[in-house]
């Protein structure tokens, strides 16, 4: 016969409900734990989700002038000047060879009669008409592709320039160069700016979940004492911090969607400047479910490290005499 | 026929300070067992240690003839349910209703909704708080509070009760009463084990046991031994 181990037998109290029914029941009294405080809830989802929303929204700008910088640079090339008078035969000849080249893209012909008419459609038609004769050459506008680099580009300008029917190539690349730079900048300073949000929220989160949960201390000392485990300590405050992240992380979707329901009209007549090709990345499901699954996980983390810390505090103030 | 025995019992606090050199002692179900000292002299660890909330630095402690002291921590976690605890000054959490206060070691436990409505409802009408289940602490006298901490401590049926001054808000008669309710669960084979500082309410007891000087001694026997020796 095995020896007793236990100073008193099983009386049927160690029987305990599903693991799945003591979690749902918890869950359900963290849920009601919230709707009894409705300010405390309100004021920690707001905040949860205004400290979210700022890296989330600083990801979206620095993603969107990505797109903006690619988009825009496809239209990057360099212009071709004839001599003034060139028969029309040779700047086609020219045309094609440029079209011929892997690197280029397209090439708009401008014949010098085209020029003319462009400029008298504009504001000078009074000074134009003191001219005698057209001044203007015949020019072709090349447009390089999307995966051509500035070298390639001022090479084959270089080639141009040296026909003898060309009298001046105007390399466009310099802008490109200049926003390149510009979106480096943008770039870093955004990934910079959203990693010290993304930091700065870990500490929001947590300093929030730790003023909901300040109330609770007392509970999480008096269930220590009646000889809780950890877990079941910690499982009610965990599940709060994972419904308060939670609803941090939909505060974040709406404050970011309504942000960019601001942005979007004036955004999106810069892109209609440029062709109106360009598709800005907007709030979609994928991103909601990411934010608020970030903002729960978040709600996690604060809540861990508040019962943690409180549960060893509890430990040490049990050891009082 | 229950019991909690301490041997060589010592414990060390950080700094090098020993509160207990060496306590032997015996508490047995069928009376209270009281222990008696003055403020400081370790009488709520010593209750923690009977708990098993504080392990003991060193020596046993031996709960119906088993060493408890050598459980693991799902050991310790299972004997806790058989444990209550009353404490000096009530621990109730003030925001949760009497109801919810009591149902805390059950809920721990992980028992049913029905039946925890069912214990709830038989320990508040032992310590006469039916009526009060809805409130909240704080509307509560002192003394309420205290009874609704011994429904809480009695609610899951302990085999070990520990109450540490259970009655220092109380007049003396409403102490004598709670005493009475600790001696129907002594009877009832739960080891009873009480402190307190205030002698007049170990005046007529049968077991009392001083913490002195890091050492615990039965008064019934000094006393015994005292009054052969005149």
């Given at each position: 016969m095995k020896p007793q181990s236990f100073p008193w037998p099983d009386d049927g109290r160690e029987a305990r409900e599903s693991v799945a029914r003591v979690r749902l029941r918890s869950l359900k009294e963290s849920f009601e734990h919230l709707c009894s405080h409705p300010l405390i809830t309100f004021f920690v989802w707001l905040l949860i989700g205004i400290a979210l929303s700022l890296p989330a929204g600083f990801w979206l700008v620095q993603h969107n002038i990505g797109v903006v910088a690619q988009e825009?640079?496809?239209?990057?090339?360099?212009?071709?000047?004839?001599?003034?008078?060139?028969?029309?035969?040779?700047?086609?000849?020219?045309?094609?060879?440029?079209?011929?080249?892997?690197?280029?893209?397209?090439?708009?012909?401008?014949?010098?009669?085209?020029?003319?008419?462009?400029?008298?459609?504009?504001?000078?038609?009074?000074?134009?008409?003191?001219?005698?004769?057209?001044?203007?050459?015949?020019?072709?506008?090349?447009?390089?592709?999307?995966e051509t680099d500035r070298e390639q580009i001022l090479e084959l300008a270089k080639w141009a320039s040296e026909q003898p029917a060309v009298e001046s190539v105007e390399v466009d690349t310099e802008w490109m160069v200049q926003l390149h730079q510009i979106r480096q900048i943008a770039s870093r300073l955004t990934w910079i700016l959203s990693a010290l949000y993304g930091i700065g929220v870990v500490f929001v989160s947590v300093a929030a979940v730790r003023y909901a949960m300040d109330s609770r201390f007392e509970e999480l000392r008096v269930i220590s004492l009646l000889g809780a485990s950890n877990?079941?300590?910690?499982?009610?405050?965990?599940?709060?911090?994972?419904?308060?992240?939670?609803?941090?992380?939909?505060?974040?979707?709406?404050?970011?969607?309504?942000?960019?329901?601001?942005?979007?009209?004036?955004?999106?007549?810069?892109?209609?400047?440029?062709?109106?090709?360009?598709?800005?990345?907007?709030?979609?499901?994928?991103?909601?479910?990411?934010?608020?699954?970030?903002?729960?996980?978040?709600?996690?983390?604060?809540?861990?490290?508040?019962?943690?810390?409180?549960?060893?505090?509890?430990?040490?103030?049990?050891?009082?005499? | 026929m229950s019991s909690v025995a301490l041997k060589s019992v010592g414990m060390d606090f950080p700094g090098g300070f020993e509160l207990f050199k060496n306590l032997n002692a015996r508490f047995d179900?069928?009376?209270?067992?009281?222990?008696?000292?003055?403020?400081?002299?370790?009488?709520?660890?010593?209750?923690?240690?009977?708990?098993?909330?504080?392990?003991?630095?060193?020596?046993?402690?031996?709960?119906?003839?088993?060493?408890?002291?050598?459980?693991?921590?799902?050991?310790?976690?299972?004997?806790?349910?058989?444990?209550?605890?009353?404490?000096?000054?009530?621990?109730?959490v003030l925001d949760r209703s009497v109801y919810e206060n009591v149902a805390m070691p059950l809920r721990i436990t992980g028992m049913s909704g029905q039946d925890i409505r069912h214990r709830v409802g038989a320990s508040l009408r032992v310590v006469g708080m039916s009526d009060a289940s809805n409130l909240l602490p704080t509307r509560l006298s002192s003394g309420e509070r205290q009874r609704v901490s011994i429904a809480r401590a009695i609610v899951h049926r302990p085999k070990l009760l520990v109450a540490d001054e259970p009655t220092g808000n109380f007049d003396r008669e409403l102490a004598l009463e709670v005493l009475g309710l600790f001696d129907l669960f002594a009877e009832r084979d739960t080891v009873v084990v009480v402190a307190t500082h205030d002698p007049n309410l170990v005046s007529h007891a049968e077991r009392v046991f001083e913490l002195e000087n890091g050492t615990i001694e039965s008064l019934s026997r000094k006393q015994s031994s005292m009054e052969s020796a005149e």
């Amino acid at each position: 016969m095995k020896p007793q181990s236990f100073p008193w037998p099983d009386d049927g109290r160690e029987a305990r409900e599903s693991v799945a029914r003591v979690r749902l029941r918890s869950l359900k009294e963290s849920f009601e734990h919230l709707c009894s405080h409705p300010l405390i809830t309100f004021f920690v989802w707001l905040l949860i989700g205004i400290a979210l929303s700022l890296p989330a929204g600083f990801w979206l700008v620095q993603h969107n002038i990505g797109v903006v910088a690619q988009e825009l640079s496809t239209d990057s090339g360099f212009t071709v000047y004839f001599y003034k008078d060139l028969p029309q035969e040779e700047v086609e000849t020219a045309a094609n060879s440029l079209r011929r080249n892997p690197i280029v893209k397209d090439v708009d012909v401008i014949t010098a009669q085209e020029a003319w008419e462009f400029l008298m459609a504009s504001d000078f038609d009074e000074e134009l008409d003191a001219l005698d004769s057209n001044p203007l050459p015949a020019s072709l506008t090349v447009t390089a592709t999307q995966e051509t680099d500035r070298e390639q580009i001022l090479e084959l300008a270089k080639w141009a320039s040296e026909q003898p029917a060309v009298e001046s190539v105007e390399v466009d690349t310099e802008w490109m160069v200049q926003l390149h730079q510009i979106r480096q900048i943008a770039s870093r300073l955004t990934w910079i700016l959203s990693a010290l949000y993304g930091i700065g929220v870990v500490f929001v989160s947590v300093a929030a979940v730790r003023y909901a949960m300040d109330s609770r201390f007392e509970e999480l000392r008096v269930i220590s004492l009646l000889g809780a485990s950890n877990r079941s300590m910690r499982r009610p405050f965990v599940y709060c911090g994972v419904l308060y992240g939670f609803g941090g992380g939909v505060v974040a979707t709406c404050i970011v969607v309504l942000s960019l329901m601001i942005i979007e009209q004036p955004l999106q007549g810069l892109a209609n400047r440029y062709g109106g090709s360009i598709q800005f990345l907007a709030m979609d499901y994928l991103f909601s479910f990411i934010l608020i699954v970030v903002g729960s996980i978040l709600g996690l983390v604060g809540a861990l490290q508040v019962t943690v810390v409180q549960i060893r505090k509890n430990r040490y103030s049990n050891r009082s005499r | 026929m229950s019991s909690v025995a301490l041997k060589s019992v010592g414990m060390d606090f950080p700094g090098g300070f020993e509160l207990f050199k060496n306590l032997n002692a015996r508490f047995d179900d069928k009376a209270i067992n009281f222990v008696v000292g003055r403020s400081g002299v370790g009488k709520t660890t010593l209750l923690q240690i009977i708990a098993g909330l504080l392990p003991p630095s060193r020596g046993k402690v031996f709960v119906n003839d088993i060493n408890v002291t050598g459980f693991n921590r799902s050991e310790m976690l299972r004997y806790r349910k058989y444990v209550g605890v009353v404490t000096q000054n009530s621990s109730l959490v003030l925001d949760r209703s009497v109801y919810e206060n009591v149902a805390m070691p059950l809920r721990i436990t992980g028992m049913s909704g029905q039946d925890i409505r069912h214990r709830v409802g038989a320990s508040l009408r032992v310590v006469g708080m039916s009526d009060a289940s809805n409130l909240l602490p704080t509307r509560l006298s002192s003394g309420e509070r205290q009874r609704v901490s011994i429904a809480r401590a009695i609610v899951h049926r302990p085999k070990l009760l520990v109450a540490d001054e259970p009655t220092g808000n109380f007049d003396r008669e409403l102490a004598l009463e709670v005493l009475g309710l600790f001696d129907l669960f002594a009877e009832r084979d739960t080891v009873v084990v009480v402190a307190t500082h205030d002698p007049n309410l170990v005046s007529h007891a049968e077991r009392v046991f001083e913490l002195e000087n890091g050492t615990i001694e039965s008064l019934s026997r000094k006393q015994s031994s005292m009054e052969s020796a005149e």
